[in-house]
């Protein structure tokens, strides 16, 4: 018999089939018992109020937690997660800080219910931070040889997609379990198969992957919660794994992709090809180029810079690690015979609200460090020759806010550069790169996501 699949934030049904009717009265008549999960994953512990959290804010290293003046959890790091903590039920504060800070960050009230489980996520860089609380417990008791799963995303992608396949499964000619979950949005908990498989997520009406990994296990009649978080790239996410069961276990389960670009600051003379681990990548950059976001495998990666007329001839090998779900730059500058590398970590989450987030490179093989000029206000002091400066946001409205970028000699008064009407976008990252040589500096302004 066919039986609709419960709300993930249904706390009771009307059950239809007499063996789950009978557990769900075992289970509210067993208060007094410590469990009335049965090791099936469906509930809180009897007459206890737990919460777990899970820190998904990139750009703190950690995060704490209080319930009214109480503390729940100290210096949670990113990526984190608790197992179910036991808490008072009734009217709660819940205040988060970030760092050791004294300034709360998050501060709602809610109403934690008796004999339920949650799950507290707080995510999005701390510019423009956001929490949501899942309801964990359930009546739903998974069929023999099934596990039930459900999907959150708290990314910025607009709408997710879930696939769970035999490892190698053509995407094609196959159907997400889970589709259409859009950002801040869980789906109700949807039954498949015990099994070894491969967990990867596109962004709904594309069969482009922009997660995979192996899934973890999941036992015979158990529950599980995927939920989809960004951690700097614009197009990337990464997953963290949840179990719904009597300890609430949990782990991140790191993406295998991440996104490298290439900005061409040299004076080789001719277009550049980028190869990584030996495998063209990116072709023709010219100078004052640079390159869309190419996907590569994560680790340790070995690119080398070649001219367009010398294939097969190094002019530069870097080796760099490419975190999960993340984007990095490469800004390559100099002449043929001296190439030097820049690999920069991009922060592509979305800036803060009515702002765009900008920073600034000295790709210039020869320039001495440079003072940076925000609308003739001095912002940044002596970024150095192969060198950035952190991000900075700047206020700016949806059609875009023009500004001026100048560069002075370290210290002094003398213009290097100067780059009138440049538009920024709120919700839109920029890096603003100095090229060329000190006798003739150019800008390149590249939009980062």
């Known amino acids: 018999m066919n039986v609709d699949r419960a709300s993930a934030n249904t ?54 937690v209080q319930l009214d003046s109480t503390s729940l959890v100290t210096g949670l790091q990113f990526e984190q997660v608790t197992q179910y903590l036991t808490v008072d039920p009734g009217p709660r504060e819940i205040k988060v800080s970030a760092d050791g800070g004294t300034t709360n960050i998050i501060d709602i009230s809610r109403n934690l219910a008796v004999a339920v489980d949650y799950t507290f996520v707080v995510y999005g860089p701390v510019e423009a931070i956001n929490q949501t609380i899942l309801i964990d417990t359930t009546t739903l008791i998974p069929n023999g040889g099934t596990f039930d799963l459900r999907v959150t995303n708290v990314s910025t992608i607009p709408a997710v997609d879930l696939y769970l396949t035999p490892a190698g499964t053509d995407l094609t000619v196959t159907a997400p379990v889970v589709s259409g979950i859009s950002p801040g949005a869980t789906s109700i908990f949807t039954a498949v198969n015990v099994g070894n498989y491969e967990l990867r997520v596109t962004a709904t009406g594309s069969k482009e992957v922009i997660y995979d990994a192996s899934a973890p296990a999941s036992a015979d009649k158990s529950l599980a919660e995927a939920i989809i978080f960004g951690k700097g790239s614009a197009k990337l996410v990464n997953l963290a794994y949840l179990n719904n069961d009597t300890s609430g276990t949990g782990q991140v389960v790191d993406s295998a992709l991440a996104e490298v670009k290439v900005l061409n600051g040299s004076s080789v003379g001719a277009p550049l090809n980028v190869l990584v681990d030996g495998t063209l990548a990116l072709a023709n950059i010219p100078f004052g180029g640079v390159s869309d976001y190419q996907k590569v495998a994560t680790g340790s990666r070995t690119i080398t810079i070649q001219s367009t007329t010398t294939p097969g001839a190094d002019l530069l090998t870097v080796v760099t690690n490419l975190g999960p779900a993340t984007d990095t730059s490469i800004a390559v500058s100099g002449p043929a015979g001296a190439l030097r590398s820049l690999v920069l970590a991009d922060n592509n989450l979305p800036s803060a609200a009515g702002r765009a987030r900008v920073r600034f490179v000295n790709a210039s093989p020869d320039l001495a460090a440079l003072d940076v000029y925000v609308n003739f206000v001095r912002l940044f002091s002596s970024v150095a020759t192969n060198s950035a400066s952190p991000y900075t946001e700047l206020l700016a409205d949806a059609t875009g806010t023009p500004y001026e970028f100048d560069f002075n000699v370290a210290g002094t008064v003398t213009p290097v550069l100067m780059l009138p009407g440049v538009t920024v976008t709120s919700g839109r990252t920029y890096t603003i790169y100095v090229v060329g040589s000190a006798a003739a500096p150019q800008g390149v302004v590249s939009p980062d996501n």
């Open 11 to 64: 706390l009771l049904e009307i059950p239809i089939i007499p063996r789950r009717l009978l557990t769900v009265l075992v289970c509210l008549l067993g208060l007094a018992l410590t469990s009335c999960n049965t090791g099936n994953g469906v509930g809180a512990t009897a007459n206890l109020t737990r919460v777990r959290v899970i820190n998904l804010v990139p750009n703190a290293a950690a995060i704490s």
